[in-house]
């Protein structure tokens, strides 16, 4: 029932924009935070980005600035808008989801926080 559903990847070249969807079906947004996660190839998985059941955001160091996170709480969708994208931004992004007032207790930390939802994943390559 609970289903988060990832979309928008793709390829582009450095300095180019693309916009991330998540779908999430079987839950509402009022209790929950969602969360954006990227993982390269040889390399850890990486919190990139988080928006809370309070509309509160969090960003990386490394995306500050440049990606926005936003939620459309009819649409039951959340979104990643990435903006100058860089090489560095290759990735499978991920979207996931957790019970927002335990998201809270990380603060911080949030992306330290093993999430009970995930999506597929969706690819996003940077390269000229």
């Known amino acids: 029932e609970v289903q988060l559903v990832e979309s928008g990847g793709g390829r582009v070249q450095p300095g180019g924009s693309l916009r991330l969807s998540c779908a999430a079906s079987g839950f509402s947004f009022d209790d929950y935070a969602i969360g954006w996660f990227r993982q390269a190839p040889g390399k850890e998985r990486e919190g990139v980005s988080l928006i809370t059941n309070d509309d509160d955001t969090y960003y990386a160091q490394s995306v500050e600035g440049r990606f926005t996170i936003s939620i459309d709480n009819a649409k039951n969708t959340v979104y990643l808008q990435m903006n100058n994208l860089k090489l560095e931004d290759t990735a499978v992004y991920y979207c996931?989801?957790?019970?927002?007032?335990?998201?809270?207790?990380?603060?911080?930390?949030?992306?330290?926080?093993?999430?009970?939802?995930w999506g597929q994943g969706t690819q996003v390559t940077v390269s000229s």
């Open positions: 996931a989801a957790n019970e927002g007032d335990i998201v809270k207790a990380y603060g911080n930390t949030w992306d330290h926080l093993g999430y009970d939802y």
